[in-house]
C-alpha cells in the first residue's frame, strides 16, 4: 500500500518572481551602462522565454532537466517500484492533483510513465482535480487556501517567510553588491534584484540546461542562498510558521487513517500538490526536527531542515505500508504493546528516492515505524498541533475526511487485499 505525496515538477518562474527579474533586466538595459566583469555577459544575454505570459508558472519542457520529462521519469521509476502493486490492481486507480495548471500536468506525464500514454482513454486511471479555493474547508488539498488566520495573519501567517528571508539575505546581498559596484562604479543593485540573479541560474539551468548566472556567485555565495532557501520556507509554512503544523495535519491524518485500515481501502494513492503543501505535512508529522529555530543572523550549519533536499521540484514523500514475516517481529521494541494482527505490520517513509526515519519510531525493519506506534504518534501529534478549525478559523468540515475523494469505494479497492500490500 502506498501514499505519495508530490511537488509538481520544475517549472518557470511563478509571476511575481519573474516579474522581478524581467524588471531587474530593463533597469540595466535603460540604464545605457555596460556592464563589466563577472556581469559582462548580460550585455547579451537574453531572458530564458520570450512569451512570460505564456510560460511563466508553467512546467518546462526542453532540456534535461524539462519538468514534463521529469514527471514522466518519476512514472517509470515508480513502475519499476512498485510493479507488483500495480499488476495485480484490475481496477480503476484514482488519483489526484490541486488546481494549477502545472501540478495538474505533473499529474498527467506521471500516469503516462506510470501506466502507459494511453491511461485516460483505457481507464487504467482517472485523475481528479480539487480546486484550490476557499470555500472548501478542510476538504482540500491545499489547506492553506482555506485558512483564513494563516492567509490574513500578516506577521506570523504566510508572510512570516518572506519577511524572515528579507532579514537573513540582508547579511550576505550586501558583500555581493559591493563586489558588483566595484566592477560598475555607474549602477548599484539593491538587495532583491541580486537575490533575483542567483534564482536566474536555477530557472535558466531548468530550461536551458546551464546558465551562466550560476558562475556569478561565488561557492560561499551560494552555500547563503541555500540557507535563504531554507528560511523562506521554514517560517512561511514549515516548523517556524505557528500555523504551519496546524494546516499539515490534515492530509497526514487522513493518509493515517488510510494506512490503518489497510489494503482494502486500495493500494495506490498518489495527490500532487505545491511546496506550500507538503511542507506543513512535514512539519505536522515533525520528520525533520532542528533543535532550535533557525536564525536569520547567520547560517545554522547543522541544521535538519534543507529545504533542496525535502522539497525540490519534483519532490516528492511516500509513506509505504509494509508487512513482513514473522521472523521480523524481533525487530519490534521490547515495549511494544501492539496486537497479534499489526506487529508485522509498518510505515515506512519515503523522501525523494531516501528512507527517512521517524525520530523515536524506526525500530522496524529498514528503519521503519510500527504501524500502531505510527498511528499513536500522528493521534499525539494532532493533540499537539491544535484544531484545524479552531485555530485557523476555516470552514471546518470533517478533518478525517480531507478531500472525500481520497477514501475510496468498493471499485477503486484491490479485490485481493493481500496483493496490496509492499513486502520487506
Known sequence: MVHM???????FPTFNSGGRMLALLKR?????????????????????????GKHLEQLTTTGPYAGTLEAFTTGVKLRTRYD???????????????DSNRVIDTARYFAAGLFNIDWENDERAILHVIPETSDLGADTLTPGQTCLKYRDDLTYGHDYGAAQLVKFRSTYLGAIGDRFQK???????EDAEIYSMQEMCGFETVVRGSSRWCDVFTREDWRQFEYARDVIHY????PGNRYGPTIGWLWLNATANLLSTGPSAGPLFFSFVHDGDIIPMLAALNLFPDSEDLP????????????????????RVIFERLTCPSSSSSSLSSSSTTSSTSKNTYIRINVNDG??????CDSGPGKSCPLNEFLEVVRRRGEEVGDFGEILDSAWKDGSDIVAELVVNDETASEDATSAETGT
Open 355 to 360: 528512507i527517512v526515519a521517524l525520530p523515536q
Open 84 to 98: 507488483h502493486l500495480i499488476s495485480s490492481t484490475p481496477n480503476t486507480t484514482h488519483f489526484w492533483a490541486s
Open 235 to 238: 517560517y512561511r509554512s514549515g
Open 296 to 315: 536569520v543572523t547567520h547560517v545554522l550549519d547543522n541544521r535538519t531542515w534543507r529545504t533542496s533536499q525535502i522539497v525540490p521540484m519534483g519532490g
Open 183 to 189: 566592477q560598475n562604479p555607474k549602477i548599484r543593485f
Open 28 to 52: 540595466i538595459r535603460d540604464s545605457g551602462v555596460e556592464l563589466q566583469g563577472d556581469l559582462a555577459f548580460v550585455n547579451t544575454w537574453e531572458y530564458f522565454t520570450q512569451e512570460p
Open 5 to 11: 505525496m508530490s511537488r509538481h515538477a520544475e517549472r
